[in-house]
């Protein structure tokens, strides 16, 4: 059988897996702090006819090989953690971090997660929760006697009292990551720390490389709308190329299958 038919079918799954890391980046690019994938390719393993410097003569070598490839596999996907821009909201308890780090959440299981969605809420006890009701960690109570809340960019929250005091809650730290591409995406705009991307390192905000936070701003998704559809356009050809390639190695089978003796 033809290597062309395997490696034009390997060709078009590479570019069906890069279509579909395009399509989920244009799915979340309103997602806040959604940061964009990209679909990594290798090459797969090569036939040796000829290797290179084989002896033609007793004083000639051949200068190439004589390789044959079968074809391309995805070898990654890779997050991209650039910052999108930041949105002005008006609202207390969104924040947004402009530099490195991430926020600190308590999952039902207890573990912690990482998250750079910023969209804070307060339940019923007066804890500040992510949208799905995970607390911020370290834990931070809202009284019900505060009239305003204050986050300065270095975390610490504060809240104006009824009677015109000024109470410190706390403090935000942030965590970051010898290598955040390695984390572990769980939804929900959640990560999980794993052995790729090694232990968190916390640290307060606006200090030692951590980014500060901006009260009232929310961090937007990094995805390029116009490039990914360029890269969308991309894997379409390519994979009309290989469907044309598989097409035309059936068509040269056909023609050997009908030669008469």
């Known amino acids: 059988m033809m290597i062309s038919l395997y490696s034009s079918a390997t060709g078009m799954t590479t570019q069906q897996a890069k279509l579909d890391t395009i399509s989920n980046n244009l799915a979340n690019v309103d997602t806040t702090g959604y940061k964009k994938v990209r679909a990594e390719f290798q090459d797969l393993v090569y036939q040796y006819v000829k290797n290179a410097g084989t002896p033609t003569a007793q004083t000639s070598q051949l200068p190439t090989g004589l390789y044959v490839g079968h ?3 995805l070898s990654a996907t ?3 953690f650039t910052l999108g821009n930041l949105e002005e909201t008006g609202n207390a308890l969104d924040l947004a971090i402009s530099g490195d780090g991430f926020f600190q959440v308590q999952l039902q299981d207890g573990r912690i997660a990482y998250t750079r969605d910023g969209a804070f809420k307060v339940d019923s006890t007066g804890r500040i929760v992510t949208s799905t009701g995970n607390p911020l960690v370290p834990n931070i109570v809202i009284p019900t006697t505060a009239v305003a809340i204050n986050i300065s960019p270095d975390g610490i929250v504060s809240a104006e009292m009824q009677d015109g005091t000024v109470q410190n809650l706390g403090n935000i730290t942030l965590v970051r990551f010898v290598n955040p591409a390695g984390l572990k995406a769980i939804g929900e705009n959640l990560f999980l720390a794993t052995p790729a991307s090694g232990d968190p390192i916390e640290g307060t905000p606006n200090q030692d490389g951590f980014g500060a936070l901006q009260q009232g701003f929310l ?14 356009i991309v894997a379409q050809r390519a994979y009309d190329l290989n469907a044309r390639a598989i097409q035309t190695a059936d068509d040269m089978l056909r023609t050997v299958s009908t030669l008469k003796r």
């Open 71 to 73: 074809g391309a596999k």
């Open 78 to 80: 890779t997050r991209i």
């Open 219 to 232: 961090e937007k998704s990094n995805v390029d709308v116009v490039k990914e559809m360029v890269g969308m």
